[in-house]
């Protein structure tokens, strides 16, 4: 050991006299027996200008250099969030063509988010973080954590809904899962990218309050308990800045405020100012030139903002080069926790331990929206023939939706699922019943399906009905799908409405059979004028591999449900507050005289609504909604007993604990997830009926009870003061909120802050 430090400490000294001189013929060798801050110095002082420059940006779609003459591997991302993307050639965004780069696909964030259990967001970042690293990748581009603004944003099935608490807590755990395995996360896109419209040409006009209270605090949570080692910038502009080259986002905030270490990213293509991205704390390029998803140019690398540009600034003496040694540090410290790591683990793929965690999510997320006269679960006994009506219960949705399509080792479909667990004892049959997407590639990734159908609407409606009438049982499985202008990246839903007609299939099969189970495939909230007609109605998002396994493990009642909304489905697109009082898709005037069309005439989009998101609003302005926030039914029932504080009133600096025992009430065993909200009884400013500021999922079988607490302390009880810029929790009396839903609330208690 010894030995090995003065050779290296020799080398060291030699390198250091002679670099400046000859650097091509004496041989540098890293200084690899010091603690990891001090063999970052020593490996930045042993790099040149060019080798430094060459680190800050990509050298492929997907990847950025290392240093080749000091060993330090290159850097490999990938998308993204639900699963490893297949390899794309080099240059071009044309599939690789390899055969060893298909992978499980694991529920969509909505669906993770809608588990409302955090074990569950462990086991998904460990998990999928194994996959990445066995495909010799060093950071994964996501998760996604972008606030549900309106049921119109293409992306919300990335993300993991309307409340910055649920999302916080959610994301946490995925990032240390994905971490574990010596693989960074990427969390993303920070921020303000709230809808897919104009993402590329707008500005976002925000108040600080609703900015740190609704829209920051998951990525805050990310990088300061998650850590997530890097972060991803948005496309869109704040106060005028594009958001990965934004001072006030970048610097002041992230890096200030949260005294964040790690790397900024640019999302691809995000950057187009040199000067801005050197200053405003990007770290990373990626994607000049692309629109992120499909087109670019070749070779582009060497005209990056910060590469060639930057480097001629240095040697012109215009800039020097502390911007650029803080954003190589950076660089280096994740090389030392990613492709330098030496005991990260190698990771492993489509294990059978994968399989289980995809489906075993999938059966959490699955949300029963409705269940009235009990058609759910599907009693084995009674069901000698169950039609399976709908697009979505054939068609593959992990190929599709943007830059987190997917090549697959397998998808199980709605339609094998419900097949292969009630096929022995049951006649399944299928009818189609609309045309919706048959499209089936993404980026040269092909589904391989063929979904061309010549029959006319009428032909196929008529089918589905007369299936429905002969049959025991009617699983409808509709929704949307991952083409553009459904839940898709690069445009936004056009209307609120199911598309394809399939408001219509659905009220005719309503009328067909009493036994009808609407399912949901989606990652956004939709109308549903046939609500009252239909029985039963489930919220299935998007799966991944395991889909049809585990819908039919919850059709079924092998799985009790106890997946809840992490989003307010609202019963017409104006009563969402982003609609009714906010700008979408942009500012009218603007949108009139053709602004966000190109980069040079970018569109405002102000948020008028503010801090009133979701269920926030709705409970706020009493607007009735669909299906609420938090909302999810089970097989089984439970009780809440009465809420119990630990104190009547409390000091700033102080904590306080509500206990509340919940108890299945009914014959299954299942699970409930106990919501605390907190309401300001008195304020000076105007708050939110009430908010969500804890969470707890209690399994429970046939009988048993438990006691659930949550212990907050004042951060609870805070709105973000603008003026001060800091947090205030005024003194005063609160009330303590716990139901089953943000709708649901069985049990409150009084208390008084100091
Ligand atoms: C998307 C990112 C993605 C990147 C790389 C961009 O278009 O916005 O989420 O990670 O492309 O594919």
Redesign the pocket.
């Known amino acids: 050991m010894l030995k090995k430090t003065a050779i290296v400490s020799l080398f060291t000294l030699i390198s250091a006299s002679y670099m400046a001189q000859n650097t091509k013929t004496i041989p540098v060798y890293l200084d690899e027996s010091k603690p990891v801050e001090q063999r970052i110095q020593d490996a930045l002082s042993k790099m040149t200008l060019e080798e430094k420059i060459a680190m800050l940006h990509a050298q492929s779609k997907f990847s950025s250099p290392g240093v080749p003459r000091l060993g330090i591997p290159e850097f490999w991302t990938t998308?993204?969030p639900h699963g490893v993307r297949s390899e794309v050639k080099w240059d071009e965004w044309d599939q690789a063509g390899w055969t060893n780069d298909s992978i499980i696909a694991y529920p969509a964030l909505t669906a993770l988010s809608a588990t409302w259990n955090k074990n569950m967001s462990w086991n998904y970042g460990k998990a999928l973080g194994e996959e990445a690293r066995y495909r010799k990748k060093d950071i994964l581009?996501g998760p996604g954590v972008n606030i549900y603004r309106t049921p119109l944003n293409g992306r919300n099935f990335e993300y993991m809904g309307e409340d910055p608490f649920l999302t916080s807590k959610m994301v946490v755990p995925y990032i240390k899962g994905v971490q574990s395995n010596g693989v960074a996360t990427s969390v993303?896109?920070y921020a303000l990218n709230n809808q897919e419209m104009f993402r590329h040409t707008s500005n976002v006009i925000i108040d600080d309050r609703t900015l740190y209270e609704i829209y920051l605090p998951p990525f805050k949570a990310a990088v300061t308990e998650g850590d997530s080692w890097t972060i991803?910038g948005a496309y869109d502009m704040y106060k005028g800045q594009y958001a990965s080259q934004n001072q006030y986002l970048l610097n002041d905030i992230l890096k200030k405020e949260w005294n964040y270490k790690g790397v900024v990213v640019s999302?691809?293509g995000a950057v187009n100012n040199t000067e801005q991205a050197i200053h405003n704390g990007l770290d990373l390029e990626f994607?000049s030139w692309t629109n992120?998803?499909s087109d670019g140019h070749s070779n582009a690398y060497d005209n990056y903002y910060l590469a060639q540009p930057y480097l001629k600034l240095i040697k012109e003496g215009k800039v020097g080069t502390k911007e650029l040694d803080d954003k190589v540090t950076r660089l280096l410290r994740l090389a030392y926790k990613t492709t330098m790591n030496r005991n990260k683990p190698f990771g492993n793929i489509a294990s059978e331990e994968h399989k289980a965690v995809a489906r075993e999510i999938g059966e959490e997320g699955i949300v029963l929206l409705k269940n009235q006269s009990n058609v759910l679960p599907i009693d084995i006994n009674k069901a000698k023939k169950i039609a399976v009506i709908g697009e979505n219960a054939i068609k593959i949705m992990t190929v599709g939706g943007g830059?987190s399509s997917l090549k697959v080792k397998y998808e199980t479909l709605p339609l094998d699922g419900i097949k292969a667990r009630f096929g022995k004892q049951a006649d399944v049959q299928y009818a189609r019943g609309y045309v919706g997407d048959i499209g089936g590639e993404y980026n040269g990734v092909k589904s391989g399906q063929n979904l061309k159908e010549d029959r006319s609407p009428e032909a196929l409606l008529e089918e589905a009905v007369a299936l429905a009438k002969s049959s025991d049982y009617v699983i409808f499985v509709g929704g949307l799908n991952k083409a553009d202008f459904q839940d898709s990246?690069g445009n936004d839903r056009k209307s609120y409405g199911l598309p394809y007609n399939q408001d219509q299939v659905i009220s005719a099969l309503a009328k067909a059979n009493k036994n009808l189970a609407v399912v949901l495939v989606s990652g956004n909230a939709v109308a549903m004028p046939w609500v009252k007609e239909v029985p039963t109605i489930v919220q299935a998002w998007y799966l991944g591999s395991e889909a049809g396994n585990s819908l039919a493990a919850v059709l079924a009642g092998d799985a009790n449900p106890s997946g809840k909304l992490p989003f307010t489905f609202p019963v017409k697109l104006e009563d969402n507050a982003a609609h009714q009082m906010g700008e979408y898709p942009g500012n009218k005037e603007e949108l009139a005289a053709g602004k966000g069309k190109d980069q040079k005439n970018p569109i405002n989009i102000k948020y008028n609504e503010g801090i009133f998101v979701g269920y926030r609003w709705h409970d706020t302005k009493k607007i009735k909604p669909l299906f609420s926030f938090g909302h999810g039914l089970s097989y089984t029932t439970f009780e809440f007993g009465k809420a119990k504080a630990d104190k009547k009133t409390m000091s700033q600096d102080d904590k306080i604990t509500f206990t509340v025992t919940v108890k299945n009430t009914g014959k299954k065993a299942g699970a409930e997830v106990a919501q605390l909200y907190i309401t300001d009884l008195k304020s000076s400013v105007q708050r939110p009926a009430k908010e969500l500021k804890g969470f707890e999922k209690v399994f429970l079988n046939p009988g048993e009870e438990k006691e659930v607490t949550f212990t907050i302390d004042k951060t609870a009880l805070s709105f973000f003061d603008a003026d001060k810029h800091d947090w205030v929790a005024e003194p005063g009396d609160f009330e303590a909120l716990i139901g089953n839903s943000s709708d649901a609330i069985k049990t409150k208690v009084k208390f008084t802050l100091k």
């Open positions: 998308d993204g581009l993303k896109h991803m999302d691809w994607g992120g998803l830059s990246e």
